[in-house]
């Protein structure tokens, strides 16, 4: 199945593309790729791969989802984000 360029208005931005590549992504959070790699592991984050470009193809993350995660890690005491659990209550995110 080939993903279709999505896009959506937004206030801020008219037009924003829905769907980035990874580099796109790192730019865009200033996150690493292995940051996304990573989440993605631990179920965090949904990365889709598509139509093969060359041999490997490209991956993409849904900006939405992105957006998501980003604003819950914002929103997390600085316990978990610094070792993924706080020594009170010992929960992982």
């Known amino acids: 199945m080939r993903m279709q360029a999505h896009y959506y208005k937004n206030k801020q931005n008219p037009i924003i593309q829905r769907w980035m590549t990874l580099d796109q992504a790192a730019t865009y959070s200033g996150l690493s790729k292995e940051t996304f790699r990573n989440w993605s592991r631990a179920g965090r984050l949904t990365l889709h791969r598509v139509a093969p470009m060359g041999t490997r193809g490209r991956t993409l993350i849904d900006r939405d989802q992105l957006d998501n995660l980003i604003v819950s890690y914002a929103e997390a005491p600085p316990c978990k984000l610094a070792m993924n659990t706080c020594r009170e ?5």
């Open 89 to 93: 209550g010992g929960n992982s995110i």
